[in-house]
């Protein structure tokens, strides 16, 4: 072969593999980390994930990697790269990441309005039916995959929120929702314009399809705090009052304050009466918890130095602890108190035993990271927890070992709570990427994963409750979502 025959099949490979579709590079919304990618697969899909590369090594089977520089394929050049953000040329890593995450989520969204969505291929509720009859699936299998395919059918809409003044919801960003016992309230923490939170209950009980709609009670109380922690109280009666647990702020410390649900006005009609108002100052209060069991009756838990104290009485017990405690829950059955501490432990104070010796700690589990959320399941015998590396366990409390992990879920360093449902057969948790995702509780099957409608941003993590029935006894089953101004359902269709 001579070398000019030689130098033209050279070029005709070059211009080949330049035409062929599987040289080309990779589009950068397909590049993200593997977590990211992980969860647009699920979304759309609902298998299994796949693995997905950096945006750093994307690209480099197609095109070279110049160090210092970054490719872009749709303008098929190279950029150069600055170790920090610059107004003349403010391309950065974390710029890049950002944008391609951003293209993820709007494709995502756009494939939800479009109802392209399904949970897998060839199906539906026909086939799952006629499957069932011929016996190729049995009872529990068919009412997972049915409850996956509620689930992947879901609709996002709107809420109208109304209130004495609307001007307020304009300006006024949610926080944090938080659901009562029997899903007919929403307390509320919005952070205002002018600094601080305000706090507000959000009447369900008229959030009908197709006109969804609700009202929004507010009181006069105000906090330049950061709200650390919120959970229902049972006083008077079942969900009668809020407690708050709020950082200290300069020389002012920590504090623990109990609202009765009574101070917003007609927040639950002709049950709300006068109730306690009371606060307690605590350095370093991270966590509380309200204890509905008969042998430690109204008591609530404040973490660093674990506070169990009485509000009635007064009477309080102190348990030192190595580390901060982020997350507690009280079991009903039994009197424990389950905490979960920035070290990565969590472990269980009997409440029988008082706090001499070391017999106080019933159960002791561990994480690698810090944890942010524990939640015990209704027979008591499992908790489910998470930590700031992103990992859900389940724990058996029997053998204190851990027997399924729920895949997906992105945290670095923030709060995040779990919310488990044994009813429907879900669980449900919000990254720190800002995409809600829902796992079977029983496969650890991730089910679907949805895109905030907010650009993803540290202020606008969203806050979301699910339930059977929102609304009442006679409410729908969805996923209700509060994001910067606004509160969306997801409801089954």
């Given at each position: 072969?001579n070398?000019?025959?030689?130098?033209?099949r050279?070029?005709?490979?070059?211009?080949?593999h330049?035409?062929?579709?599987?040289?080309?590079?990779?589009?950068?919304?397909?590049?993200?980390?593997?977590?990211?990618?992980?969860?647009?697969?699920?979304?759309?899909?609902?298998?299994?994930?796949?693995?997905?590369?950096?945006?750093?090594?994307a690209?480099?089977?197609?095109?070279?990697?110049?160090?210092?520089?970054y490719?872009?394929?749709?303008?098929?050049?190279?950029?150069?790269?600055?170790?920090?953000?610059?107004?003349?040329?403010?391309?950065?890593?974390?710029?890049?990441?950002?944008?391609?995450?951003?293209?993820k989520?709007l494709?995502?969204?756009?494939?939800?309005?479009?109802?392209?969505?399904?949970?897998?291929?060839?199906?539906?509720?026909?086939?799952?039916?006629?499957?069932?009859?011929?016996?190729?699936?049995?009872?529990?299998?068919?009412?997972?995959?049915?409850?996956?395919?509620?689930?992947?059918?879901?609709?996002?809409?709107?809420?109208?929120i109304?209130?004495?003044?609307?001007?307020?919801l304009?300006?006024?960003?949610?926080?944090?929702?938080?659901?009562d016992?029997?899903?007919?309230?929403l307390?509320?923490?919005?952070?205002?314009?002018?600094?601080?939170?305000?706090y507000g209950?959000?009447?369900?009980?008229?959030?009908?399809?197709p006109?969804?709609?609700?009202?929004?009670?507010?009181?006069?109380?105000f906090?330049?705090?950061?709200?650390?922690?919120?959970?229902?109280?049972?006083?008077?009666?079942?969900?009668?009052?809020?407690?708050?647990?709020?950082?200290?702020?300069a020389?002012?410390p920590?504090?623990?304050?109990?609202?009765?649900?009574?101070?917003?006005?007609?927040?639950?009609?002709?049950?709300?009466?006068?109730?306690?108002?009371?606060?307690?100052?605590?350095?370093?209060?991270?966590?509380?918890?309200?204890?509905?069991?008969?042998?430690?009756?109204?008591?609530?838990?404040?973490s660093?130095?674990?506070?169990?104290?009485?509000v009635?009485?007064?009477?309080?017990?102190?348990?030192?602890?190595?580390?901060d405690?982020?997350?507690?829950?009280?079991?009903?059955?039994?009197?424990?108190?389950?905490?979960?501490?920035?070290?990565g432990?969590?472990?269980?104070?009997?409440?029988?035993?008082?706090?001499q010796?070391?017999?106080?700690k019933?159960?002791?589990?561990?994480?690698?990271?810090?944890?942010?959320?524990?939640?015990?399941?209704?027979?008591?015998?499992?908790?489910?927890?998470?930590?700031?590396?992103?990992?859900?366990?389940?724990?058996?409390?029997?053998?204190?070992k851990?027997?399924?992990?729920?895949?997906?879920?992105?945290?670095e360093?923030?709060?995040?709570?779990?919310?488990?449902h044994?009813?429907?057969?879900?669980?449900?948790?919000?990254g720190?990427?800002?995409?809600?995702?829902?796992?079977?509780?029983?496969?650890?099957h991730?089910?679907?994963?949805?895109?905030?409608?907010?650009?993803?941003?540290?202020?606008?993590?969203?806050?979301?409750?699910?339930?059977?029935?929102?609304?009442?006894?006679?409410?729908?089953?969805?996923?209700?979502m509060?994001v910067?101004?606004?509160?969306?359902?997801?409801?089954?269709?």
């Amino acid at each position: 072969m001579n070398k000019s025959s030689w130098q033209s099949r050279r070029r005709h490979g070059r211009r080949s593999h330049q035409q062929n579709p599987w040289f080309r590079l990779r589009d950068p919304e397909d590049r993200s980390d593997s977590q990211a990618a992980r969860s647009a697969q699920d979304s759309s899909h609902g298998d299994d994930e796949s693995p997905s590369t950096s945006s750093g090594t994307a690209g480099a089977s197609s095109v070279p990697e110049l160090p210092g520089f970054y490719f872009d394929p749709e303008k098929k050049r190279y950029f150069r790269l600055l170790p920090g953000h610059n107004n003349c040329n403010p391309l950065t890593k974390e710029s890049i990441r950002q944008k391609e995450m951003e293209s993820k989520r709007l494709r995502l969204l756009e494939e939800e309005d479009k109802q392209k969505k399904i949970a897998r291929m060839g199906f539906n509720a026909s086939s799952m039916l006629r499957k069932s009859q011929l016996g190729f699936l049995n009872v529990t299998s068919y009412c997972h995959l049915a409850h996956e395919l509620r689930l992947s059918c879901m609709e996002r809409k709107k809420v109208q929120i109304r209130s004495l003044d609307p001007s307020a919801l304009a300006s006024d960003r949610f926080n944090l929702i938080l659901a009562d016992t029997n899903s007919d309230r929403l307390f509320t923490v919005n952070d205002v314009k002018v600094g601080g939170s305000k706090y507000g209950i959000i009447n369900l009980q008229s959030l009908k399809t197709p006109t969804l709609k609700v009202f929004m009670h507010e009181n006069l109380y105000f906090t330049n705090r950061k709200v650390n922690s919120v959970c229902w109280a049972s006083l008077n009666h079942l969900d009668s009052h809020i407690l708050l647990c709020l950082m200290g702020l300069a020389e002012t410390p920590g504090c623990a304050t109990l609202l009765p649900a009574s101070l917003f006005v007609n927040s639950h009609p002709g049950i709300d009466r006068p109730g306690m108002l009371c606060s307690f100052r605590i350095p370093g209060a991270w966590s509380c918890a309200w204890s509905l069991n008969i042998q430690a009756n109204n008591c609530f838990s404040l973490s660093r130095r674990v506070l169990l104290t009485n509000v009635v009485t007064g009477h309080r017990q102190s348990f030192g602890t190595n580390s901060d405690v982020l997350a507690q829950q009280f079991a009903l059955m039994v009197p424990l108190l389950f905490n979960g501490c920035r070290s990565g432990e969590i472990f269980a104070i009997d409440l029988r035993c008082g706090n001499q010796g070391k017999g106080w700690k019933a159960t002791r589990l561990f994480h690698d990271s810090a944890v942010t959320s524990v939640r015990i399941l209704q027979d008591e015998q499992y908790l489910m927890a998470s930590d700031m590396a992103g990992k859900i366990k389940l724990w058996d409390l029997r053998t204190t070992k851990c027997i399924r992990q729920y895949e997906g879920h992105v945290n670095e360093y923030a709060y995040l709570p779990l919310h488990v449902h044994e009813e429907e057969g879900i669980l449900v948790a919000v990254g720190q990427d800002c995409y809600t995702r829902i796992w079977s509780l029983h496969d650890a099957h991730l089910l679907r994963t949805i895109p905030s409608p907010y650009p993803a941003s540290k202020a606008d993590i969203p806050s979301v409750a699910f339930s059977s029935r929102l609304g009442g006894s006679r409410g729908a089953p969805g996923l209700l979502m509060a994001v910067g101004q606004d509160l969306y359902c997801y409801s089954y269709s």
